[in-house]
Antibody, heavy 125, light 110 residues
Framework: QVQLQQWGAGLLKPSETLSLTCAVY????????WSWIRQPPGKGLEWIGE???????NYNPSLKSRAIISLDTSKIQFSLKLSSVTAADTAVYYC???????????????????WGQGTLVTVSS | QSVLTQPPSASGTPGQRVTISCSGS????????VNWYQQLPGTAPKLLIY???QRPSGVPDRFSGSKSGTSASLAISGLRSEDEADYYC???????????FGGGTKLTVL
């Protein structure tokens, strides 16, 4: 059973850099992408980006200029850094395992089958 | 404003069948698969339906998904009080080159 456990600073000031890490237990990096998703209080979900075992990344275009996702294969962990945060970045941040591929009909399938517990990050002066 | 459109709320009584719609476009639902997530209060989302119609192990067959053209639906039959949650649809968007979610539907079991 795959489990994801995440941690990181919960209170930041505007212009600081958000930093979160997610550890993967019960599985390896191989064959999957690993994503970050966020959810502002009382609002919906937003995909931030993903990384695979080879370090290949994909980002939400709206966050690409500020987000960096990296991995440490030796520790089976991956991390998110989001620079120049503002109050609009206040959210619960989740890590998750992504399953994404083109199926036999050419449709792109992309879903998250395991999730971390979530970390509330508040940006306030 | 979300790329995928869901009704903000839905409701039903125990035992009823409820459907939640998810409307998109040719760049997302029209060309890629749809997935659904259930988020119970105060918890992380959980994968409910993947690849339009598939249920992960452990998800009751009361939950079913469908897709037609640029729209998708989640149906819940035999509604139970523990189904009270927020439900989100999601799909890859070829134009935006990213995964997009619906705004979520809050299901209330009366």
């Amino acid at each position: 059973q795959v489990q994801l456990q995440q941690w990181g600073a919960g209170l930041l000031k505007p212009s600081e850099t958000l930093s979160l890490t997610c550890a993967v237990y019960g599985g390896s990096f191989s064959g999957y992408y690993w994503s970050w998703i966020r959810q502002p209080p009382g609002k919906g979900l937003e995909w931030i980006g993903e990384i695979n075992e080879n370090g290949h990344t994909n980002y939400n275009p709206s966050l690409k200029s500020r987000a960096i996702i990296s991995l440490d294969t030796s520790k089976i962990q991956f991390s998110l850094k989001l620079s120049s945060v503002t109050a609009a970045d206040t959210a619960v941040y989740y890590c998750a395992r992504s399953v994404d591929y083109y199926d036999s009909s050419g449709y792109y399938d992309f879903y998250f089958d395991y999730w971390g517990q979530g970390t509330l990050v508040t940006v306030s002066s | 404003q979300s790329v995928l459109t869901q009704p903000p709320s839905a409701s039903g009584t125990p035992g009823q069948r409820v459907t939640i719609s998810c409307s998109g476009s040719n760049s997302n639902i029209g060309t890629n698969t749809v997935n659904w997530y259930q988020q119970l209060p105060g918890t992380a989302p959980k994968l409910l339906i993947y690849t339009n119609i598939q249920r992960p192990s452990g998800v009751p067959d009361r939950f079913s998904g469908s897709k037609s053209g640029t729209s998708a639906s989640l149906a819940i039959s035999g509604l139970r009080s523990e189904d009270e949650a927020d439900y989100y649809c999601a799909a890859w968007d070829d134009s935006l080159n990213g995964l997009v979610f619906g705004g979520g539907t809050k299901l209330t079991v009366l």
